[in-house]
């Protein structure tokens, strides 16, 4: 498995989950790296990114800003997603990738070309 993602599970609206990605060796050198989600019946949907080898920069979508915290552990390849104040409307598959050049658009799916299997994130109301 090139992309471990894991930590999904169910909370209750308002509470909180750590979801935690780490990608093997296997990946090699990769340039971002990335959490979407994709929820019943919609498009997936990019949640946060990270330029792994430009400075580290990183990038949220508007629907999690200022809830959700994205960081690496970089020695151990590996980011982690917190969120908070999660809401039902965050429930949806999460799936990390890597991939993309180091100017691409990181909101962008077709970009990245690695994907872990998915961990499922169900907030209750």
């Known amino acids: 498995v090139q992309l471990q993602a894991s930590g999904g599970g169910v909370v209750q609206a308002g509470g909180s989950l750590r979801l935690s990605c780490a990608a093997s060796e296997r990946t090699f050198n990769f340039n971002n790296m990335a959490w979407f989600r994709q929820a019943p019946g919609k498009e997936r949907e990019f949640v946060a990114a990270?330029?792994?080898?430009?400075?580290?920069?990183?990038y949220y979508g508007d629907s999690v800003k200022g809830r959700f915290t994205l960081s690496r552990d970089k020695p151990k390849r590996t980011v982690y997603l917190q969120m908070n104040s999660l809401k039902p409307e965050d429930t949806a598959v999460y799936y990390c990738a890597v991939g993309g050049g180091i100017l691409s658009s990181l909101r962008d799916a077709e970009q990245y070309n690695i994907w872990g299997q998915g961990t499922l994130v169900t907030v209750s109301s």
């Open positions: 990270i330029r792994w080898n430009s400075g580290g920069r990183i």
